[in-house]
């Protein structure tokens, strides 16, 4: 029914930049809020940015000043600019989409991940 597709992990030296991508499609009702988070090796999974409905943005301390999160809701998309990429920025990032349903019920859905590695 619903599937989410990002795109735009790879490869980078530290101080570069990425701009990952994830595209929601099939049957979708509404968006509410949608978000980033990543999973380093051996790590718990953290949230790294989230943008609400009403454009409402949050961060992860340690990627303030340096990650956007922005949405382009006629696409069903939301993206991560990241910039002053830092080793420690390694990690699969994995976006996750809050859908509402036509019972104004929320179900959450998750991409298939993305290879982030900050490396000289």
């Known amino acids: 029914q619903v599937q989410l597709v990002e795109s735009g992990g790879g490869l980078v030296q530290p101080g570069g930049s990425l701009r990952l991508s994830c595209a929601a499609s099939?049957?979708?009702?509404?968006?509410?809020?949608m978000g980033w988070y990543r999973q380093a090796s051996g790590k718990q999974r953290e949230l790294v940015a989230a943008?609400?409905?009403?454009?409402?943005?949050n961060y992860a301390d340690s990627v303030k000043g340096r990650f956007t999160i922005s949405r382009e809701n006629a696409k069903n998309t939301v993206f991560l600019q990241m910039n002053s990429l830092k080793p420690e920025d390694t990690a699969v990032y994995y976006c996750?989409?809050?859908?509402?349903?036509?019972?104004?019920?929320?179900?959450?859905?998750w991409g298939q991940g993305t290879q982030v590695t900050v490396s000289s």
């Open positions: 996750n989409v809050n859908l509402l349903t036509e019972l104004m019920r929320i179900r959450s859905y």
């Open positions: 943008i609400s409905s009403g454009g409402s943005t």
């Open positions: 099939g049957r979708i009702f509404s968006i509410s809020d």
